[in-house]
């Protein structure tokens, strides 16, 4: 005899009928004696598919009870939670330490950092390496563009390969 238990018996639970726990059987019979009830009494004022879905918001909290858990909290315990958060909290105060002021400040001082680095920079430097410079930068733009008409010939060799001779 095989008995299948969860790994983690809290977890485990023991049904009474048909795979339901005793407190889902409850809830269950209960919301469908409810929901059947408002049918029954409203079928004959507004008929049985308006009567339905009147009875629909008087069934689905009961049925949730039953059947619905989160972090092993009830439906009940977990809309009082979310109903307490949404109107119940009060409003925190919270005043920043870094203002707009502050954050200017910041800014401008490295703003003036960095104005005093490239002075520095700049006086460091001699014409000699800015021409060495200018040359290696004119070199590599120069292959670049010559790479870029290669790329561009080859594209429209295979344009005119692909119209004509496919």
């Known amino acids: 005899m095989v008995i299948d238990i969860n790994k983690n018996i809290d977890n485990y639970k023991e049904t009474v009928v048909l795979g339901l726990t005793a407190k889902q059987l409850i809830y269950s019979v209960l919301s469908v004696a409810v929901g059947g009830g408002i049918v029954l009494l409203l079928y004959q004022k507004v008929g049985l598919t308006v009567s339905a879905y009147i009875a629909i918001p008087a069934v689905t909290p009961i049925a949730l009870s039953g059947f619905y858990s989160y972090n092993g909290m009830g439906f009940i315990e977990m809309m009082k939670l979310k109903m307490h958060f949404a109107c119940g909290n009060r409003a925190l105060a919270y005043v920043s330490t870094e203002g707009e002021d502050v954050i200017q400040n910041i800014r401008e001082q490295e703003m003036l950092a960095d104005k005093k680095e490239r002075k520095k920079q700049k006086g460091r430097r ?28 080859a594209l ?10 496919r």
């Open 126 to 153: 001699k014409k000699a390496d800015s021409r060495e410079d200018f040359q290696k930068t004119a070199k590599k733009m120069l292959l670049s563009v010559f790479l870029l008409l290669i790329m561009l010939g």
């Open 156 to 165: 429209a060799g295979a344009a005119v390969w692909y119209k004509y001779f």
